[in-house]
């Protein structure tokens, strides 16, 4: 299938974007470069465009012979978004209005969205089902539900087959760890760590130590980003006979901010400063998914849930990358 990987320069369009012509798709990269890395999509077909050049689009789609879209252009940053939330809905929910209505246009009626477990809030049941009443705390969550809403619409009116896939903590390096994860500025807590264990940050903060969990650190679902894009091509394939899907990606299993700090530890050989710190507001104790729904409807299974693997990934880019990629 030709697939539009838009975002395809980021950290897990880059990934998807390998992952896709490994298994005999015809990606093409579709990014604005704000955020992401031309160094990162080697010699995959790559258009400089912005998701609000509704003409480039148009052209870009028809050009390409386009049959399906994968989306994962947006702003990530949740405290940002507090602080910007016009930013966020321009880019993550007005930009995306503008590629489904181009998609429309042109006949493309298959569409895999990068969505988040930002659109549960801070749920009471754990773990987090698919079906549990969607409160997002924040524009970041916000702008998200509300793509999933318009995809819905679409999809009712006979006009889009498509699947949200909601993340939980997308991390490691795929690919045997050869593309990996390279955020200016960084917030995921993984890299964050590696940086302090690579000496290029004074010490890591743990935000509150007194949670009701085992060691009093906060707890969430890690997923590896290979796992990660392997729903993504199960979902791609179902989309020709599946109107609507809805999964959580995540492994279900929780890790403590203290484990993953422990861990690094280990997988680098490198010791570090770790400061505790007061709590966040807002920050849950336990996230964790429940993907039952993705493993039975998509036949998905994760081949990395072990943290250890997952970090090893990591450490392994970062070092080989002290510097990121080279743009």
Not at 32 to 37: D, I, Q, V
Not at 155 to 173: H, I, M, Q, V
Not at 285 to 311: C, F, H, M, N, S
Request: glycine residues 8%.
């Amino acid at each position: 299938m030709k697939v539009l990987v838009a975002g395809g320069a980021g950290y897990i369009g880059s990934n998807m974007t390998f992952m896709l012509a490994q298994n005999g798709h015809e990606p093409v990269v579709y990014d604005n470069l704000s955020k992401g890395h031309r160094a990162a999509v080697k010699d995959a077909r790559f258009v400089l465009g912005d998701l609000n050049d509704r003409h480039l689009l148009v052209k870009t789609l028809q050009e390409h012979d386009i049959e399906a879209v994968m989306h994962f252009a947006a702003f990530i940053e949740v405290g940002e978004s507090v602080s910007e939330p016009m930013r966020y809905y321009q880019n993550n929910f007005c930009n995306t209005h503008n590629l489904l209505s181009a998609m429309e246009d042109v006949g493309v009626d298959k569409f895999v969205f990068s969505s988040t477990a930002a659109v549960y809030g801070m749920p009471d049941t754990i773990p987090i089902t698919e079906e549990i009443l969607k409160q997002p705390i924040n524009p970041y969550g916000e702008s998200k539900w509300a793509v999933e809403r318009l995809c819905c619409f679409l999809s009712e009116a006979d006009k889009l087959n498509y699947a949200a896939l909601r993340y939980f903590n997308a991390c490691g390096a795929g690919q045997n760890g050869t593309i990996g994860e390279d955020h200016s500025p960084e917030s995921h807590l993984i890299p964050l760590i590696i940086q302090a264990a690579m000496g290029k940050r004074e010490d890591i903060k743990i935000f509150g130590t007194d949670y009701p969990t085992d060691d009093g650190t906060c707890i969430r679902d890690y997923i590896h980003i290979d796992d990660l894009c392997k729903a993504h091509l199960l979902a791609l394939d179902k989309l020709g006979s599946e109107k609507q899907q809805v999964y959580n990606l995540g492994n279900g299993t929780g890790y403590s901010v203290r484990q993953v700090i422990d861990t690094v530890k280990k997988v680098s050989g490198k010791d570090f400063k770790v400061t505790e710190t007061d709590r966040r507001a807002g920050d849950p104790p336990v996230l964790t998914a429940d993907a039952a729904k993705a493993r039975t409807q998509l036949g998905w299974q994760t081949d990395y849930p072990e943290l250890e693997k997952i970090v090893e990934s990591a450490w392994k880019w970062h070092s080989e990358n002290p510097n990121g990629y080279d743009d």
